[in-house]
């Protein structure tokens, strides 16, 4: 455990770990940049590549223009999808008219979409454990072809698992979105176990180590705060779970996407504070939110021990020999 010098006048601060990118949105980010650096702006990208402000505004910047859907792509254009995934109608479009496509999906969320396609033909019913309205969420479901007979079903709470109705409870399957709460999603796990015992399980969970790791980190933080500081935009799910757990640990948590969202009244009287971002928030974020920190009285007392994240995906073959674009946001800004 950290030692630090006891001063009644200092508010301590101090940093989770890890914190801030992981390795998928590291990539996303990469792509566009590499993509924008060998064909020119504009690049069209669809949705936000990653959940967070300042990354998006900053790609911007570099020529890149996020749309909604491909028909606002001009024909002959290049298109990146998101981090998050899309769903299998949105590939056959971008095929179909010839886009020139660059796939920006997290490696572990095309591990779920494999996981549901390989049940769809196997004619399962298969529950996603997930966020409705969540682009993760609409890719998965988007992937499931309901056409070979089976069917897919979003589970959001333990609740919805009393109501569920399926033809045949002996072959079902489940997988979950990766950006979940640890505990919430076991809790829905055992509820449907317990309803469909012949429940198939993945073979290895679906919860991406990120999001894990940031979550264990946060229960080592959150018995030494008082406050919970979340760098990290209100659209990104792994930022809204670490935030929530403040909530279950009765203690104030604030999610802000850098330092102009902080309170001076959050902190009055507050000796420590503890402060983490999600995974999709750029470290230089966090520093602005310390330096603010540190100019309302706060002094930086430790940075706590954590796992240590060593994971990289391969870019696509076509982007791998690009120079990286100049960029504040590369891994090794990014990282605790």
């Known amino acids: 455990m950290p030692c630090w010098k006891e001063d009644e006048n200092l508010m301590q601060i101090l940093l989770a770990n890890p914190r801030g990118f992981c390795a998928g949105v590291d990539r996303a980010i990469d792509i566009v940049e590499r993509a924008v650096t060998l064909f020119g702006a504009p690049i069209y990208v669809r949705q936000e590549v990653v959940h967070n402000k300042y990354v998006v505004d900053r790609l911007r910047t570099i020529g890149a223009v996020f749309v909604e859907e491909l028909h606002e792509v001009p024909d002959g254009a290049t298109v990146i999808f998101s981090a998050h995934g899309v769903p299998r109608a949105v590939q056959q479009e971008a095929q179909r008219r010839s886009l020139n496509v660059f796939d920006a999906t997290c490696p572990l969320v095309t591990k779920v979409h494999m996981e549901i396609t390989r049940y769809a033909r196997e004619a399962r019913e298969v529950f996603l454990i997930g966020h409705a309205g969540h682009p993760e969420v609409e890719g998965t479901i988007g992937q499931f072809d309901a056409s070979l007979g089976g069917s897919i079903y979003l589970v959001q709470t333990v609740e919805d ?19 979940l709460s640890v505990d919430d999603t076991a809790s829905i796990v055992a ?17 991406c180590y990120a999001t894990q790791n940031r979550q264990d980190a946060v229960k080592d933080l959150i018995g030494r705060c008082e406050v919970l500081v979340v760098v990290g935009s209100k659209s990104s799910s792994n930022s809204n779970r670490l935030r929530e757990m403040a909530d279950k640990n009765v203690k104030p948590g604030y999610l802000v996407d850098g330092p102009e969202d902080l309170r001076r009244e959050w902190f009055e009287g507050v000796k420590t504070v503890g402060v983490t971002a999600g995974a999709s928030a750029p470290e230089v974020l966090v520093q602005g939110v310390i330096t603010q920190l540190r100019q309302w009285g706060g002094e930086v007392a430790a940075e706590l021990d954590g796992r240590k994240e060593h994971v990289i995906f391969a870019l696509p073959r076509a982007l791998r020999d690009v120079a990286r ?3 504040s946001l590369t891994s090794g800004d990014a990282t605790g």
Do not use: N, Y
């Open 191 to 207: 509820a449907l176990r317990v309803r469909f015992p012949e429940l198939k399980a993945p073979v290895k969970e679906d919860i």
């Open 161 to 179: 698992v009393a109501v569920l109705k399926v033809r045949d409870p002996r072959h079902v399957a489940f997988v979950t979105q990766t950006t």
């Open 325 to 327: 674009h100049g960029s």
